[in-house]
């Protein structure tokens, strides 16, 4: 399974609950704060929420 880093580029402040949930549940919180994770099916969803919060990359 390939591997993505995940970089959160804005914040969560004035977001909806579930987005600032997500973002933690990522291992994510302040901005610039970078994570690596499995590239899995609930990941994928979990950035997809997100997405216009964070910057994916594969590695």
């Not at 579930?18 to 899995?40: C, D, P, Y």
Request: hydrophobic share 40%.
């Amino acid at each position: 399974m390939s591997r993505v880093r995940i970089t959160q580029i804005k914040s969560v402040i004035d977001r909806p609950e579930r987005q600032k949930l997500t973002i933690q549940a990522l291992g994510l919180g302040k901005i610039n704060r970078s994570v690596e994770q499995e590239n899995t099916d609930a990941i994928a969803g979990m950035i997809r929420k997100v997405s216009h919060l964070v910057l994916v990359e594969e590695i």
